[in-house]
Nanobody, 128 residues
Framework: VQLQASGGGLVQAGGSLRLSCAASGFSIDEYSVTWFRRAPGKEREGVSCIASSTGLTYYIDSVKGRFTISRDIAKNTVYLQMNAVKPEDTADYYC??????????????????????WGKGTLVTVSS
């Protein structure tokens, strides 16, 4: 199982960025996928997730209305569109999957305390 995040970089406040998470070894329509981030000096936090069977999406309050999670099942890739970014969005962004969870789950999880398989992160830096 592998997850590879990409698309990070330097962006000005108010700008946009799209992150990609390419998955292999499992299918994103079988297992829900979550985007996490870890800002400097802070704990990792769940940002957004997409449910495997329904495509339902969830967001933390601080990104609602600005970030959009989506997926391309044919490419087995999950995306995180980040709009109107703020300096506080600066962080390493990771995608993760909990393969101990049920297949074809109607929901997804943002909590850190799960059996996550992590991918390598991609750094997003937002300048003010």
């Amino acid at each position: 199982v592998q997850l590879q995040a990409s698309g990070g970089g330097l962006v000005q406040a108010g700008g946009s960025l799209r992150l990609s998470c390419a998955a292999s070894g499992f299918s994103i329509d079988e297992y829900s996928v979550t985007w996490f981030r870890r800002a400097p000096g802070k704990e990792r936090e769940g940002v957004s997730c997409i449910a495997s069977s329904t495509g339902l999406t969830y967001y933390i309050d601080s990104v609602k209305g600005r970030f959009t999670i989506s997926r391309d099942i044919a490419k087995n890739t999950v995306y995180l569109q980040m709009n109107a970014v703020k300096p506080e969005d600066t962080a390493d962004y990771y995608c993760a999957v909990d393969l101990t969870n049920q297949k074809y789950w109607m929901s997804c999880e943002l909590k850190l305390a799960r059996a996550w398989t992590w991918g390598k992160g991609t750094l997003v830096t937002v300048s003010s």
